[in-house]
């Protein structure tokens, strides 16, 4: 490994101690069992109380439609308190799109998702990976408004953000989706999730292969899982390149 890559590790916080190996055989499939067989999940219908009012119009709107929506969004209790909605930021022709849950205190205050210490560890995450903020790279977050205390958003605060999400997902058409955290996760696969169950699969939105990591700010509070994090990093990308050669 080159020397930037043993700095952006020791950044992570794994150092040059934490290599990736393969686990038993019996623990988990072949690496190319593991890209190849994807994950089906149920996907019920949404809330239709708590979308309609947003889902018909957005499914047709262009980014700048889109952007000014949301800019403007008045639709749950998490506009009283915003500076501003946070629609997401990257390259729009990404073949990557992550997905965290909402902005935090200086996401809000600079219009811009996964700033501050959690965003440095996401860009060091990229960076791991031969990837960088804004070139093939699209973020957004579950809810586009910050909730009160950064407390996680309300399954409500959820369904009436969604449909700005699938808009997104929809007029990005990445080729792969990183859900950072569980209320990402459970946003775009509508159903219960727990990380340490979905990691390492494949699981679908709307035929788009979809991974389940951990969210960088969790990882801040708890330093033993960045090993389990980095297996993800590499998963990621191995399932990127398998896309890549199909």
């Known amino acids: 490994m080159s020397r930037e890559g043993e700095r952006l590790l020791h950044e992570m916080g794994l150092g040059p101690v934490w290599k990736l190996r393969a686990k038993p055989a019996a623990a988990m499939p072949p690496e190319d069992a593991a890209v190849a067989t994807p994950v089906a999940v149920a996907v019920p219908a949404p809330e239709l109380a708590a979308v309609t009012a947003t889902a018909a119009p ?58 501050g210490q959690a965003g440095k560890l996401l860009d060091n995450m990229l960076a791991a990976i031969g990837l960088k903020r804004g070139q093939d790279v699209y973020i957004a977050n579950a809810v586009k408004c910050r909730p009160p205390e950064n ?6 605060e959820t369904a009436t953000c969604r449909p700005y999400l699938a808009r997104q997902i929809e007029l990005l058409q990445p080729r792969l989706i990183v859900a950072l955290g569980r209320p990402a996760a459970q ?5 219960d999730v727990k990380i340490a169950a979905a990691r390492g699969k494949i699981h679908d939105y709307r035929g788009i292969p979809l991974i389940v990591s951990y969210h960088p700010a969790y990882l801040l509070r708890t330093l033993l ?22």
């Open 187 to 191: 946003t775009l696969l509508q159903s």
């Open 58 to 115: 957005v499914a047709t709107m262009s980014w700048d439609e889109l952007a000014a929506t949301v800019a403007a969004c008045r639709l749950c209790p998490l506009c009283a308190a915003r500076k501003q909605a946070v629609l997401g930021v990257g390259d729009r022709n990404a073949d990557w799109l992550f997905v965290g849950e909402g902005p935090g205190a200086e996401e809000d205050q600079r219009g811009e998702p996964f700033v």
């Open 151 to 156: 407390r996680t958003p309300t399954t409500e």
């Open 225 to 246: 899982d960045k090993a389990k994090a980095w297996e993800d990093l590499c998963f990621m990308r191995r399932t990127m390149q398998t896309r890549k050669d199909t």
